[in-house]
């Protein structure tokens, strides 16, 4: 055989046993295969199971995104997955012929036999069709990358334009907001411009929004408020000044200007070893230079002096020497406060008149204190850079938080004194300002005078402090005050001079009768000189107080008894006038009860109103025997709180009704008067020209109304009078340009129309009348038959409405 042979025939049998062998080892692994297949078809099954499962699951989400092969790799991506399906199903039809079956283990070695013999032959194809999976793989990754290239293009082009969408709204935005801003800075301007009419009711409508903001101070607030402000020192005082003022009411030093002063020489043995023997426990001097905590009680019967020694020891240069001499180093601060249960303002006799008042007179003396003491309001003025600005009223809660920092800084920036008259006269429980009291002397160390009557909750409360009683000391100066008062009387030195010894038990006898009360004393001093100048004898003098009773109330109604038939019917009125008054019953009213006339314009001086004052007085004295009387501001008040009470419970009686003048009504005049002056622009100008001027008019008159039984005729003509006057002074302010909002709180350019609308006569039919600038009051409420109803003046709208 030649070489060449042998070389072809050794490759043929080196070819057939490699054959041989791969087709016995195929045979092998397919025999002992689970499922009866080749590994590498296995291998080659799960590849292609895996991808055409991938395959249909990237189709799915396109076909589920409605895309609609909108891209060009979309597309792509489709065909392959479609070409993937297609492999895998002719794959899986191949399959089944590469797969050994047989129900003996000779069979079954024949079909694997048979298998391999396939697979060996197949082999070419199968290497083609991974090839082919391969590339079907390469061609889909590169598909999906364009695709989520382009999705993102696409998205960030929509964003793009979502975002020019957005673009557009926020300019024109933008530009409604310019034209609201615009506006805004006319309103502020109005607002903060001194000059603009409305510029008070605005800054008023926004210090209250800002107040009514959910504000407690914080870390920074209250830091600033402990060390100050470094700021504008102008811009501090304006807005100390109207913090100050804010504190202020009207009536708030009534009661202490209308406190007698005391007679020469009276009241200074309190400073003495007099009362010193005759006090309990401590004196008042020392009780002044004690370190210790301890109130001061002056107490005695009603009408013995307690607010005269209370404000002499007040205004006493004594008092301000030996208080200096207690607090030294320390600046002294003093406040006090005079209880009224007669003021004509209830925060005479409140626990809120009494903080307002004590915050007043210590931030007046220390306003370098607002800022700590009260960092709300402080920091609200600020932000209205100190314009004038009507605050929101003090509540309760804010008086006593700011007082109470106040109290906190006793001992440390200064040495608290407080003098606090006529506990009894406090419009509340006892027990309230006694714990109030000893709050501030147990936790605050603040030193407290107190007077009071003797009543049980006070006696237990301050029994155990340092205190006197006023009828055990004054009886000395009861018998200087009777003394002098008489000496200075010319009738009664002439009868002194023929009659010593009566003329000496006459005093004598007076001072023992009045047991310790100076009230009374005052009183019966001043109708004996009275009696003498009119010719009475000592005797007769004698008698008058043999006569007298010495409790006040009898006093009282003895003393209208001795009033000159004449004048009984003055009495009378007067007494049942200031009982019915619902507002300061003021000299010009009486004046115009009486039937005076009164000048008007600038004919009306000062010195007009000052003579009417004083032929007021006279009448009030000779009518009443000084249980009523003129205080500075020309306002009628009672003489004392037991002067008071007694009118009020005699005031009502039939017998002082018969005595009044026939017909007399005093609420049917209150009204009359009221009418007429409407009408008097100087009287009414006093009220402001305001709308609140205006209402309060008619709501006191119509408050009036509401009382006058039995006179329907009269009251029927006295509310068309009124009506009348009411109409004719809203036309008049009308004129004048005054704007009238529909809301008291509130004065918009918008809500001014409505007082325009009534100055022209337009809209409904009572739209010309005064009574549609009333707030929140619909059509049916207007009109003056409509306002008499709302104030249940029954007889007024039955006679209207028939």
């Not at 300002?433 to 006696?459: E, N």
């Not at 010894?501 to 001072?511: G, K």
Request: charged share 25%; aromatic share 10%; with cysteine.
């Amino acid at each position: 055989m030649d070489p060449i042979t042998a070389f072809q025939v050794a490759g043929t049998v080196v070819t057939f046993v490699e054959f041989s062998y791969n087709l016995i080892s195929e045979t092998r692994s397919i025999y002992r295969s689970p499922d009866g297949k080749p590994a590498r078809v296995n291998d080659l099954s799960m590849v292609i199971n895996d991808f055409a499962d991938i395959s249909h699951r990237v189709k799915q989400a396109l076909d589920l995104s409605n895309c609609q092969a909108t891209t060009a790799s979309d597309e792509i991506l489709i065909r392959l997955c479609n070409e993937s399906q297609d492999i895998a199903t002719d794959f899986q039809r191949a399959l089944t012929c590469l797969q050994a079956n047989g129900t003996s283990k000779v069979e079954h070695v024949k079909t694997s036999l048979v298998i391999a013999l396939k697979a060996i032959w197949s082999k070419d194809k199968l290497v083609k069709l991974e090839q082919r999976l391969q590339q079907i793989r390469s061609e889909m990754t590169m598909a999906m990358l364009v695709a989520l290239w382009e999705k993102e293009r696409l998205r960030g082009t929509k964003d793009d334009q979502e975002l020019n969408a957005k673009i557009n709204q926020l300019s024109k935005a933008i530009d409604r907001n310019n034209a609201q801003l615009d506006d805004f800075f006319k309103e502020l301007d109005a607002t903060t411009s001194k000059d603009d009419a409305l510029g008070p009711a605005r800054r008023r409508r926004l210090f209250s929004n800002l107040w009514d903001a959910n504000w407690t101070p914080s870390d920074i607030h209250l830091r600033i408020s402990r060390e100050g402000y470094m700021g504008n020192k102008s811009l501090d005082e304006s807005v100390q000044n109207q913090i100050i003022q804010s504190l202020h009411f009207p009536g708030m030093e009534a009661r202490e200007k209308s406190i007698p002063k005391p007679y020469e020489a009276t009241y200074r043995w309190i400073y003495s070893n007099q009362a010193a023997a005759a006090v309990k426990r401590q004196s008042f001097p020392q009780w002044l230079g004690d370190y210790s905590n301890k109130i001061y009680w002056i107490t005695g019967k009603p009408g013995s002096g307690k607010s005269t020694l209370m404000n002499f020891v007040i205004h006493s240069p004594v008092t301000e020497q030996r208080l200096q001499a207690w607090a030294t180093p320390t600046p002294l601060l003093r406040a006090h406060f005079f209880f009224w249960e007669a003021g004509q303002s209830s925060l005479q006799r409140s626990r809120e008149g009494l903080l307002q008042t004590l915050l007043w007179q210590c931030l007046q003396e220390r306003p370098d204190l607002i800022q700590r003491v009260t960092p709300r309001r402080w920091m609200v003025h600020h932000v209205l850079n100190g314009l004038e600005t009507p605050a929101p009223a003090w509540s309760w809660e804010e008086l006593r938080e700011a007082f109470f920092i106040l109290a906190s800084e006793n001992s440390r920036s200064f040495k608290l004194a407080l003098f606090l008259d006529g506990l009894d006269e406090f419009q509340g429980e006892p027990s309230v300002l006694i714990q109030f009291v000893k709050d501030l002397v147990t936790s605050y160390g603040v030193k407290i005078c107190v007077a009071s009557r003797p009543w049980t909750d006070f006696a237990d409360a301050f029994d155990e402090y340092p205190m006197l009683t006023m009828q055990s000391l004054t009886q000395n100066d009861i018998s200087v005050y009777i003394k002098g008062s008489f000496e200075a009387s010319k009738a009664y030195r002439e009868r002194r001079v023929l009659f010593p010894d009566q003329a000496e038990n006459l005093l004598r006898d007076i001072a023992n009768k009045a047991q310790g009360v100076f009230l009374w004393v005052f009183l019966v001093v001043r109708d004996l000189i009275h009696s003498l100048s009119r010719g009475r004898s000592l005797s007769d003098l004698q008698a008058i107080v043999d006569d007298l009773p010495t409790d006040l109330h009898k006093l009282y109604t003895k003393m209208r008894e001795r009033v000159d038939p004449e004048d009984m019917g003055n009495s009378a009125r007067y007494y049942q006038l200031i009982v019915a008054a619902l507002s300061p019953l003021h000299a010009v009213t009486l004046w115009m009860v009486d039937g005076e006339k009164l000048p008007d314009g600038d004919t009306f001086t000062n010195e007009m109103q000052e003579n009417i004052n004083k032929v007021l007085q006279r009448r009030l004295d000779s009518s009443t025997k000084g249980i009523l009387e003129l205080n500075d501001n020309g306002i009628v008040t009672f003489l004392h709180r037991t002067a008071r009470d007694w009118v009020l419970q005699t005031a009502g009686s039939a017998g002082l009704q018969a005595q009044a003048p026939s017909g007399f009504n005093p609420h049917l005049v209150l009204l009359q008067v009221l009418t007429e002056q409407l009408g008097h622009e100087r009287i009414y100008s006093c009220l402001g020209q305001s709308q609140l001027a205006f209402w309060t008019f008619v709501f006191l008159g119509f408050l009036y109304a509401v009382q006058i039984d039995n006179r329907a005729s009269q009251l029927v003509r006295a509310i068309d009078d009124f009506d009348a006057a009411l109409s004719k002074r809203a036309a008049n302010l009308g004129s004048k340009g005054y704007v009238f909002s529909s809301d008291p709180t509130t004065a918009s350019s918008q809500k001014a129309s409505r007082w325009y609308s009534l100055r022209k006569g337009k809209g409904s039919a009572h739209s010309s009348h005064w009574s549609c600038t009333q707030y929140g009051a619909s059509d049916a409420e207007s009109g003056i038959v409509g306002i008499a109803a709302q104030f249940a003046v029954a007889p007024y709208v039955i006679e209207k409405t028939k």
